[in-house]
């Protein structure tokens, strides 16, 4: 009997410590993926402990089993379909009651369970006293008392895994006791749904038939697929009329009631009276944080230092790779020989890895800093402090953290900071309007117009209404996209403020590698693929002068102009041309969907002065200010379009990804970005010239 | 009976029903908010979200949801 392997599923609450339980189950042996088709995180990790291998899946935090959230739907559809050996349901030791009711619902899926209950010590220190074989009796369940941040009980919490896949301690199906009433409707539904052998084989009837009750609308699909359909809806909408006209209220409500009922009942037995719950020390910080004047200064203050420590404690780490990626091109440029293949290398290949890489040191930064606060507990009041505000615009709170990253940082890692937010509505839409924040690469594009057309004494107030008009823009666009896009029932605000709790650094390290990597691993394929192709854009087809004494910055300007790139360009001018724009323009913007400062270097190879530093532009400038094409208006028309279209294409495989790697949500995001550009930058420069700006 | 976003802070209520739809009862019942159940109030300040103490735990329920639950004192 050596390595015998099986599966088990982690369920719990959200903030009943279930990942560092899965942490110290599966130590480094993890990693993290996507549910298919949704934007859940799937986390897997194996265990080795005597001689069996065991898989663990760590499902979604969840507070119970219904259709009603893609979390709670992905949970429940892993141990249907993929019926592991044995779930283990994490939960919060102090706060028991409302962490049974996931179990109750976990009890009918019929499953062998094993109750972790965690943060014992907690539980202690307030005096509870859990009678653990009578709770046995009464759930019908192995259970383990665990304290997961001190890494206590896992060794036991293995052993009884183990005991429970090898039937050696028994764990028996018991059933809730809805009442006369439900058990009545339940009776008449069970002869129906146990007349489709396919059906009962493959979903556990009692759970089919109580969520059938509860008007679960993805069991009333499966069944409604089945062959006995009709007879089941039917009889299931009698049954919820009956049920209804006879408590007077929705049979949802009544089958919840039942549950925590059940639970009351096992903790009234199983628990040694505790005193009442005390929150003390936890109480006295949310007075502070909470305080509705200190609220806010403390939000802007951890703000900031998320803010400083993706951006500023990450500057080494990003001069690293820059060097490396400098070496690797100085290398690649010295070995091999001029010409197509080492253009192909240094800029396709190396541009592209480099491009990936360039934003990771961010990634980890930032994720490490929201762990931080994560973990202990602030985040939670974060949303709060802000979901006033936010929620009028069609945002949740913790929409702004993401939205503060890009601002002046980047919007790869904001589009990455979305995974704080729990509904999929609200993190599309605010993926959605995070990009029009002035992410740092767009500042050089603004030095550069403001600097060439506009006198220096108007250049900050220039920026600064920028910076309005960005924030204008994101929070109208969510406004509307809330109103005409993500229409339906509005998501309330309900939110869990867990006491607050001091991280542990392995805890913290862990979660920022793992989103770090999912980075790496979910946009770095099409980041090189992209980069490859805009490569190929620019360089091809290739330009040789017939002439003699042409300059090396004259080919350049010429390649530039006659590649595919140059010609889209030119095919696009009469869509720029109502925005006081010509084809030059129009090559600028599609470079600058590979990186945003390179509108800068564009304009430096097409005024035919070679490479132009982003950061030294004196001699672009001069060029732009003679040339009799710009006026002032232009350049604002020109500033108003990059600031609001298309990010870059990082920015974009990244929201690809964390969109559910659906194509139509990236489709609208380019046709949205691209048209209000249009449309702004339209009533710019027309409405300056019907006031009698510009030429 | 009044609604929560009436109530004053540090008062036990009991939770007697919500005026939405079936989606936000969904989200309280997760919680341990079913009709009946008891309640403390934590944090009100008129405006904003209201904290509550439910089942042990604190949770914060939204300005807009708040003004939809009906309560009573204990």
């Known amino acids: 009997m050596r390595n015998r392997k099986f599966t088990i599923a982690l369920a719990g609450n959200p903030n009943s410590g279930k990942s560092t339980i899965f942490n110290n189950l599966t130590g480094a042996h993890q990693h993290v993926g996507n549910y298919p088709g949704v934007t859940v995180e799937k986390k897997e990790g ?40 044995v779930i283990v349901d994490i939960v919060d030791s102090s706060n028991l009651e409302r962490n049974l009711y996931l179990a109750t619902q976990l009890m009918e899926l019929e499953i062998p369970l094993v109750l972790a209950m965690n943060m014992n010590d907690m539980a202690e220190k307030k005096g509870q006293d859990v009678d653990y ?114 408590f007077g209220d929705i049979p949802e409500t009544i089958i919840a009631d039942r549950r925590y009922g059940f639970i009351s009942g096992a903790c009234t037995e199983a628990l040694k009276p505790s005193i009442e719950q005390r929150h003390d020390l936890s109480d006295k910080i949310d007075k502070v944080i909470l305080n509705r004047i200190l609220g806010i200064p403390i939000f802007a203050l951890v703000m900031y230092a998320i803010f400083k420590v993706t951006f500023i404690f990450s500057e080494p780490m990003v001069g690293w790779f820059e060097k490396f990626f ?184 862990l979660k920022m590698w793992e989103r770090g990597w999912m980075y790496i691993r979910k946009a770095g394929t099409i980041v090189i693929l992209i980069s490859i192709i805009i490569w190929a854009g620019f360089t091809f087809p290739q330009y040789s002068p017939k002439e003699e004494n042409v300059s090396e910055e004259e080919i350049a300007a010429v390649q530039l102009e006659q590649s595919y790139a140059g010609r889209f360009g030119h095919f696009v001018e009469p869509v720029v041309k109502p925005i006081g724009l010509d084809w030059r323009s129009g090559i600028a ?22 490479e132009v530093d982003p950061e030294e532009t004196d001699s672009l400038r001069e060029s732009m200010q003679k040339d009799p094409s710009w006026d002032p208006l232009k350049a604002l028309a020109f500033l108003m379009f990059s600031l609001i279209y298309l990010p870059c294409f990082v920015a974009m495989a990244v929201f690809y990804r964390e969109s559910g790697s659906q194509l139509k949500w990236t489709l609208f995001l380019i046709f949205w970005t691209t048209v209000m550009a249009w449309l702004a930058s339209f009533a710019v420069y027309q409405g300056g010239r019907i006031l009698g700006f510009g030429v | 009976m009044h609604r929560l976003t009436q109530a004053r802070t540090n008062v036990n209520l009991i939770f007697v029903s919500l005026e939405g739809g079936r989606g936000a009862m969904h989200r309280l019942t997760d919680m341990g908010l079913i009709p009946g159940e008891r309640l403390r109030v934590l944090h009100n300040s008129g405006y904003g979200p209201v904290t509550v103490l439910i089942k042990g735990a604190k949770v914060a329920l939204g300005h807009g949801l708040a003004a939809k639950i009906i309560v009573k004192e204990e």
């Not at chain 1, 009545?184 to 009837?205: C, G, H, S, T």
């Not at chain 1, 930032?366 to 974060?382: L, S, V």
């Not at chain 1, 913007?589 to 564009?602: L, P, Q, R, Y």
Request: proline share 4%; glycine share 8%.
């Open chain 1, 46 to 85: 194996k265990a080795s402990f005597q001689d069996y291998e065991i898989n663990v899946v760590d499902l979604p935090g969840t507070y119970s089993l219904s259709a009603y959230s893609e979390d709670e739907v992905v949970a429940r559809d892993f141990i249907i379909n993929e019926k592991p050996d």
């Open chain 1, 133 to 246: 074989t009578k709770l046995f009796d009464l759930l019908g369940v192995a259970i383990v008392s665990t304290v997961g941040n001190k890494n206590i009980g896992t060794k036991e919490l293995l052993e009884t895994i183990i005991k429970v896949y090898e039937e050696k301690i028994k764990t028996k199906v018991v059933h809730i006791g809805y009442g006369p009433e439900i058990r009545e409707e339940m009776d008449k539904l069970e002869q129906i749904v146990k007349k489709d052998k396919e059906l009962v084989d493959q979903y556990p009837w009692r759970w089919l038939i109580v969520k059938m009750l509860e008007n679960d609308s993805s069991v009333l699909d499966i069944v409604g697929k089945s062959s006995i359909a009709q007879e089941a809806i039917a009889q299931n909408e009698n049954g919820r009329r009956h049920l209804q006209m006879h």
């Open chain 1, 326 to 509: 400098e070496g690797l091109s100085g290398i690649a440029t010295t070995y091999i020989p001029e010409g197509l293949f080492q253009s192909f290398v240094v800029d396709g290949l190396i541009g592209g890895v480099g491009g990936v890489l360039g934003f990771f040191p961010l990634v980890l930064f930032m994720f490490f800093a929201i762990a931080f606060f994560e973990d202990t507990g602030y985040m939670a009041r974060a949303a709060f402090v802000m979901d006033k505000l936010m929620s009028k615009f069609g945002l949740h709170g913790k929409s702004f953290l993401p939205m503060m990253i890009s601002t002046n940082g980047c919007a790869v890692p904001g589009i990455m900071a979305t995974r704080t937010l729990e509904s999929k509505k609200d993190r599309l839409i605010t993926m959605m309007v995070t990009p029009f924040m002035i992410c740092g690469a767009k500042l050089p594009i603004f030095a550069l117009f403001i600097g060439a057309f506009f006198p220096t004494k108007y250049g900050a107030n220039i920026m600064f209404s920028m910076y309005v008009l960005s924030v204008i823009i994101a929070f109208g666009s969510a406004w509307a996209l809330k109103k005409l896009v993500f229409k339906g029932e509005t998501a309330y605000f309900v939110m869990e403020l867990p006491p607050y709790r001091i991280p542990t650094i392995k805890g913290l390290l």
């Open chain 1, 589 to 610: 913007f599609m470079a600058g969907i590979a990186a945003k400062e390179v509108v800068v270097s564009t304009f430096g190879t097409i005024y035919s002065l070679g």
